[in-house]
């Protein structure tokens, strides 16, 4: 069974990410420390709130260089909300400095008709990915957020996985081989979230397995059930 | 584009769901799990339990629905009634709920409203607004009453379940309550509530006009064109219904159905028709 280290800085709602991931067949465990990820085939790093608070509590915690460590290295990895926003570089919500794995900022959602933006809203692929296996092309997931991010330099557009628009277009999804992170609360989007999970633990089991064989490279996307 | 919203509504008692007309009478109609599971898979945006005992002996079986419904149901959940304090709110939080709606505690401490948003973010902290309308004349409450308001009308909050008036206008009060950090307004109309008399529309949009958040529609619903007038003529941002999703008198897929077909944006998801 994979195991999937969820990361618990105090940043939120760990409960529902836990649920759904044992819901799709995974063993979850809560990680408070660098010794939390021990033993993990992926990490998910959740989080709802502002930037400075929660890159202070990873800290304290002595969790932000392992985390940054587990993001570059390639291994499994998803940010949901606040976890993807802390990929960047920095946050213009409170000027805080982030993790800084992927080139970009986190910025205001400015010219939304309301903020936050909460409720339903449709997630449009910019590009395949196996993550989104099965997953129809503007399927809705379930946001809650005043603040989103824009990759930047050249790889940015690579970056992008898919886009949502609330007054204006915003990345919803990036992805960079087993690193992705969802703007979006796929623990909250039913089935089409579960899906999204489920795909990320199957594709977490296939790293597993092929790094137990001699360190043959990922084979691709393997779709859960279809 | 962002979805409007339809939620049922689950008034829970002792553990399971009860539906009365007017918070009398209640109705055994289930179990919450189960009926929120149901929900869910029908194409429900948002499950609400309302906590309608609220008493604090209580709230133990209340967290113990919670956690259940929470292992099996992955949309988003609200929880109302009988939080009082934020460490209560944050019992619910840890229990499986995204929410929390708030409405007598609010009313009593209208100071509670800032420290849950400011321990929790707005996001988490809904008010739940009971109003019923003025008869004679606007609420002063404080300052003169203008031409306006005696013109589109006039509500005064009620707390325990109508039975207690309150002296706050209704729509001042909502304006204090987003001031104070509410992400979201849960706002029924007391008088309507089990009647299925339709949404006070113009109360709703009263509302809707003087707050950036989102407005969600309560008390009243009895038929798919209800829910459409909440959102055309209201302004509301989700629409909330009870007995007519329990009884099975209209499925969420007809309702979101009648919505689509009015033009207003619903998520359609797997088993509901376009």
């Not at chain 2, 049922?8 to 008692?13: H, K, N, R, S, T």
């Not at chain 2, 967290?63 to 009988?82: D, H, I, K, N, S």
Request: hydrophobic share 45%; net charge positive.
């Amino acid at each position: 069974m994979t195991r999937v280290a969820v990361v618990d800085y105090g940043a939120g709602n760990l409960v529902s990410i836990a649920r759904a991931l044992q819901a799709v067949g995974s063993e979850v465990a809560l990680a408070r420390d660098r010794a939390g990820l021990d033993g993990a085939d992926a990490l998910v790093v959740p989080g709802v709130g502002a930037a400075a608070p929660a890159m202070a509590r990873l800290r304290r915690h002595g969790l932000a260089g392992p985390i940054r460590a587990w993001a570059a290295s390639g291994r499994p990895f998803l940010g949901i909300c606040l976890g993807l926003q802390l990929l960047f570089e920095g946050s213009d919500e409170d000027g805080a400095a982030t993790l800084g794995v992927l080139p970009g900022r986190t910025v205001r959602l400015d010219g939304a008709p309301s903020l936050p933006h909460i409720g339903w809203n449709q997630v449009e692929r910019r590009r395949d990915d196996p993550l989104l296996a099965g997953i129809a092309d503007g399927a809705d997931f379930y946001f809650v957020h005043s603040y989103a991010v824009r990759p930047d330099g050249p790889g940015a557009a690579a970056l992008t996985l898919a886009e949502t628009e609330h007054g204006r277009r915003f990345v919803s999804a990036v992805g960079r081989g087993r690193l992705w992170g969802v703007q979006f609360h796929p623990e909250r989007s039913g089935d089409d979230g579960l899906r999204l999970l489920a795909n990320f633990v199957a594709l977490a089991d296939d790293e597993r397995d092929s790094a137990a064989v001699s360190r043959v490279p990922p084979i691709g996307a393997r779709r859960a059930d279809g | 584009m962002l979805r409007v919203r339809v939620i049922p509504c689950l008034d829970v008692a002792g553990g399971r769901v009860v539906k009365g007309t007017r918070f009398v009478d209640l109705v055994d109609e289930g179990d919450p799990a189960e009926l929120a599971e149901r929900y869910a898979r029908d194409g429900a945006d948002e499950i609400v339990f309302l906590d309608i005992t609220a008493a604090p002996e209580g709230r133990a079986t209340m967290l113990a629905v919670v956690e259940r419904t929470a292992r099996r149901v992955f949309v988003p959940l609200t929880v109302g009634g009988g939080v009082r304090t934020v460490p209560e709110m944050r019992d619910v939080l840890r229990a499986g709920a995204d929410k929390v709606s708030l409405n007598t505690a609010a009313v009593r401490d209208p100071e509670l409203v800032r420290r849950c948003a400011r321990r929790f973010g707005s996001q988490a902290v809904v008010v739940a607004i009971d109003a019923r309308p003025v008869v004679g004349g606007p609420i002063a409450h404080g300052r003169p009453a203008d031409r306006d308001a005696a013109r589109r009308g006039s509500w005064e909050v009620v707390v325990q379940g109508g039975r207690r008036p309150t002296g706050l206008d209704a729509i001042a009060w909502a304006e204090r309550v987003v001031a104070a950090g509410a992400g979201e307004l849960l706002v029924t109309s007391i008088d309507r509530d089990g009647t299925h008399a339709g949404y006070d529309t113009a109360l709703l949009r009263s509302i809707a006009d003087r707050v950036p958040v989102p407005v969600v529609a309560s008390g009243g619903a009895a038929r798919p064109a209800d829910f459409v007038s909440a959102v055309r003529e209201g302004g509301a941002a989700a629409v909330l219904a009870a007995s007519i999703f329990h009884r099975r008198v209209h499925s969420i897929a007809n309702v979101k159905a009648a919505m689509a077909a009015a033009g207003i944006p619903v998520r359609l998801g797997r088993g509901v028709a376009a």
